[in-house]
């Protein structure tokens, strides 16, 4: 018991320092970039020269990187993260707006790429369809081959413009299957694999010898197999789940993180974009978190 309390310490340990260097990477690049917020300023508004260096004093862009970061990483650990240099706004607020509809399109997302996965590893396994397996290969194939902002522009392209079903901008449906359909084929292959080997164990062989039906021997004797391999995929997954989100955001026009993230790398509000950042980073390192205690409490091999 203590020695897993040690594995899961040392994980989250690791996946903490793995967030912060990326906070303060992007500290750096957002400084290092040429051009910052009253640059931008400037071009919109002909300001002075004098009057840009007064700007810079009065946001402080004119100190050392080594005070900018402290006095914002103070801040931000109390929640405060500063006000928009763009907008006057305070960035907290600006992320509460945002963060509940990246949060809806990355749930539904995750939970139709899930569902998706386990309905077709499962059906391919009980019913040896080899038309099944196919679907499983080929949506695995998809996931690997066809970038989602590639797919997520063909399908406005098709549905959109040519077919005219589905709104361009603001619709969820399309990016959610989008990004599930991606999310399945990354999980559903490994997990078919799982299931076909679980499925020639004496349990199960056992079980359909008592006469027990495809659905119940899928419920109470494969799924429970297999489930420490759909949580590892799944802790895969949200990773590449986040980047998809905030680029279908983006894509398809949605108000969440991504679009406030594009918006602020765009007029160099810096407060912004770190905010962003360190939101989306927490949040996977999180996620992951729960996901391994989870992974670990399921599966005794790594309680070891």
């Known amino acids: 018991m203590t020695a897993r309390f040690v594995d899961l310490g040392t994980s989250l340990a690791r996946m903490l320092l793995q967030a912060a260097g990326i906070v303060v990477l992007v500290f750096v690049l957002c400084r290092v970039v040429p051009g910052d917020a009253v640059d931008r300023m400037a071009l919109e508004?002909?300001?002075?020269?004098?009057?840009?260096?007064?700007?810079?004093?009065?946001?402080?862009?004119?100190?050392t990187l080594a005070a900018q970061f402290v006095d914002w990483a103070g801040d931000a650990v109390r929640g405060d993260f500063?006000?928009?240099?763009?907008?006057?706004?305070?960035?907290?607020?600006?992320?509460?707006?945002?963060l509940p509809s990246t949060l809806k399109l990355a749930v539904f997302s995750f939970a139709v790429g899930l569902a998706l996965a386990i309905g077709l590893a499962v059906a391919a396994t009980m019913t040896g369809s080899p038309w099944l397996s196919g679907l499983v290969n080929f949506v695995n194939v998809w996931s690997i081959a066809l970038p989602t902002f590639c797919v997520g522009v063909i399908a406005i392209l098709v549905f959109s413009i040519w077919l005219g079903w589905l709104p361009v901008l603001g619709g969820l449906l399309m990016p959610i299957l989008i990004i599930g359909i991606d999310n399945a084929g990354q999980i559903g292959k490994p997990l078919f694999e799982e299931l076909r080997e679980a499925a020639t164990s004496a349990h199960v062989r056992t079980a359909r010898a008592?006469?027990?039906?495809?659905?119940?021997?899928?419920?109470?004797?494969?799924?429970?197999?297999?489930?420490?391999?759909a949580l590892a995929m799944s802790g895969l997954v949200l990773a590449g789940l986040v980047a998809g989100t905030l680029t279908m955001e983006i894509l398809f026009g949605l108000p969440g993180l991504g679009s406030l993230m594009l918006n602020a790398i765009h007029g160099r509000d810096y407060p912004v974009?770190?905010?962003?950042?360190?939101?989306?980073a927490v949040g996977l390192v999180v996620i992951n978190a729960l996901i391994d205690i989870v992974h670990r409490a399921v599966d005794p091999r790594l309680a070891r």
């Open 210 to 229: 008592k006469g027990l039906g495809p659905l119940r021997i899928a419920l109470l004797h494969l799924l429970p197999t297999a489930l420490p391999v």
């Open 82 to 98: 500063g006000t928009s240099l763009r907008y006057q706004r305070p960035v907290s607020g600006m992320l509460a707006t945002a």
């Open 45 to 63: 508004g002909g300001l002075t020269t004098q009057q840009e260096s007064a700007l810079r004093a009065e946001m402080g862009l004119d100190r």
């Open 273 to 280: 974009v770190q905010a962003a950042i360190t939101v989306a």
